[in-house]
Every structure is written in structure tokens, then in C-alpha cells.
């Protein structure tokens, strides 16, 4: 099931200047792009001569470069510390625009690098330097007072966690509190380690596997699948799930907003080049289209639509308007 292209098109404009919060883990992706030739005679392992570099926009600051890419405002929240990574991820936002004015300097934690070496036309290796962690007291009292600005602002709140340390009991008990007293939808794109954080959220966006583990309920059929999904809205007091299934799609659950029965939406993608940063389009994009007062099951579809685009890039990725409209015509054409 998909929206039309003139559905989406309306969609995307209703979408144009919507102030969107988002709060995460701040990330810097770094890319190694090289070629492999022959084996390290020091241990049975290929050697890549890198030919080019990239960097770019990772965890929640990537959502945020989603929404811009979508034509949203995005109001980012998040901690980073000022050594060249920060420096560089603040360089990164500027350029697109995104104001810093939400995020916290944290003396005691290194802005987080994520690095891929991509050889063969594929990632062979990832390299983390990151010191995850409960955040101290400062930067908790920092990220507290940026929600509270933030928030008499937004039209919808996005919690993406990558269980780094800024989604914390205290920080989200605020953001429930906010969001309740000024009836703003709050999206959680979680880990499961972090369960008990997301009680009363508007919805969540788990995968598969994530689902499993929140539940504790077997996904392995699709009846197993269904049950465990509103188990989960009902235990933690959700409106909804927008699940994520990979080659199958995504399946929306939201009997409070009106679809009592599974809204099942096929995988909008062809060609699957790196589907890292694909659930942070996905939540970019639905949360969008909620604050632009959309029905779920139309954000649902738009979002799945944006995710086709981003998977058939190599790297974390961001869909405009034109490239998702232009599957849209792509598909008319078929």
C-alpha cells in the first residue's frame, strides 16, 4: 500500500518549516572508501588503500539532517564535546543550517565517531570511539533547560536513542512531563535496554529484532508478530508502533488512532546499497508528517517511501521531496 504521488507531494509541502525537536546521541559518521588488492602479510587480513574520505552527520544528528533534507526545522538536543569531532560534526550542521542552540559541551565525553571502511563495494570493518555512560549532573541540568526552551516551540518531539548516555531517567521524565502539558506527540526511535524511559510516548519505531527484545514475546510468525506489537503499545501506555521489517516493510500498529486492525506497507526499496541510517529517515519522516497533522497511516506510507530512497545509497543518507517524489514517478512508470 502507498500514498499516491499527488497524496505525497501535498503531504511533503504540509511538511515545509514544521519545528520538529529532536533529542539523541550526537555522532559523527565517518567514511573510508578504498580498494583491496592483496593480504597483510602480518596477519591473514585485506589491506584497503583508502581513495577518499567522508564524513557526515550520525545518530540524532542525523535525524535532524533528515528532517532538514525534508524541509522541516529541526530543534537538535544532545551533548558533544569541543575537540575536533565537535568542531567538526558544529561545522556540519552550520552548513545545512541546523542552529546549535540546544545542544550541551560536555568536558567529560568525546564526541562520538563512528568509522566504516568500505572496500570491495561493501563495509568490512566499523570502528567505534565512543565512552558511553550516565551523563553528569551539569550536562543532565544543560540538556533539562534546552527541553523546556525547545519544547514551547515544537510541534512534535523526536527521542532518538542509541543508549550513549543523554537518554537518562531524569532527562526523560522531563520530556514526558513537557510533552503531556503541552500536548506535543513524542516519537521514540529506542534500544531496548531502555525500556522503562519510554512509558506514555505517542509511538515508538522498533525493528524486529528491537520488538523481540522489548516485548520478550517470540516474532517468529505473523500472528506471534502481531501479538507481541500490541502487548507492547498496551504495557507501555503507547498510542502506537511503527515497526520496521526489513524485506518485508514496515507494519503500523495503532488501534488509538484509529486503525484497530495492522497496517501492513510493502518495502518501497529495489536495489539495497547500506541500510545504515534508514531508521533514522524513517522516524525523521514520520514524525514530519504527524506534526503536519497527517493520518498515520498516510505518514507511515510517506516514511516507508523516504526509507526506499536512503537504502539505495551507500552511507548514512538523507531523501529530499524531489528524490522521493521521483520514485513516485519511477513507480508510475513501471
Not at 16 to 34: H, N, P, S
Not at 62 to 78: D, F, S, T
Not at 194 to 221: C, D, I, Q, W
Amino acid at each position: 500500500m502507498r500514498l499516491d504521488r499527488s497524496q505525497a507531494e501535498a503531504l511533503l509541502r504540509r511538511i515545509q518549516g514544521r519545528k520538529i525537536a529532536v533529542l539523541g546521541d550526537l555522532m559523527l559518521d565517518e567514511y573510508l572508501f578504498g580498494e583491496v588488492t592483496r593480504i597483510s602479510p602480518e596477519a591473514p587480513v585485506p589491506i584497503i588503500r583508502v581513495l577518499r574520505e567522508r564524513m557526515v552527520l550520525g545518530g540524532a544528528a542525523n535525524v535532524a539532517a533528515n528532517l532538514k533534507a525534508l524541509g522541516a526545522e529541526p530543534l537538535l538536543m544532545g551533548t558533544l564535546q569541543n575537540d575536533a569531532a565537535g568542531n567538526r560534526l558544529l561545522g556540519l550542521l552550520a552548513k545545512l543550517g541546523v542552529g546549535a542552540d540546544g545542544l550541551v559541551f560536555d568536558p567529560a565525553r568525546p564526541t562520538i565517531i563512528k568509522t566504516r571502511v568500505i572496500g570491495l563495494q561493501q563495509q568490512m570493518l566499523r570502528i567505534d570511539r565512543e565512552e558511553p555512560g550516565e551523563l553528569e549532573a551539569d550536562s543532565v541540568e544543560g540538556l533539562c533547560a534546552a527541553l523546556d526552551r525547545v519544547l514551547d516551540e515544537a510541534e512534535a518531539l523526536i527521542v532518538s536513542d542509541y543508549a550513549k548516555g543523554v537518554i537518562g531517567e531524569v532527562v526523560m521524565d522531563r520530556v514526558r512531563e513537557g510533552c503531556l502539558k503541552r500536548d506535543i506527540p513524542w516519537i521514540v526511535d529506542p534500544k531496548s535496554s531502555h525500556r522503562e524511559f519510554y512509558h506514555g510516548a505517542t509511538l515508538m519505531t522498533p525493528n524486529t529484532k528491537e520488538l523481540m527484545e522489548l516485548s520478550g514475546s517470540p516474532v517468529r510468525t505473523e500472528v506471534e508478530f502481531l501479538k507481541a506489537g500490541r502487548l507492547l503499545a498496551e504495557d507501555l501506555g503507547l498510542k502506537g508502533l511503527l515497526i520496521t521489517r526489513s524485506e518485508k516493510g514496515m507494519a503500523l500498529i495503532a488501534p488509538e488512532a484509529g486503525h484497530r486492525e495492522p497496517w501492513i506497507i510493502p518495502t518501497e526499496a529495489r536495489e539495497v546499497y547500506d541500510v545504515s541510517g534508514a531508521g533514522d529517515t524513517v522516524i525523521a519522516t514520520f514524525s514530519a508528517a504527524v506534526a503536519a497533522q497527517a493520518d498515520w497511516k498516510d505518514a507511515a506510507m510517506l516514511a516507508n517511501a523516504a526509507a526506499g530512497v536512503v537504502v539505495g545509497k551507500v552511507g548514512t543518507a538523507t531523501a529530499t521531496p524531489d528524490e522521493i517524489l521521483e520514485r513516485y514517478r519511477e513507480q508510475e512508470a513501471l
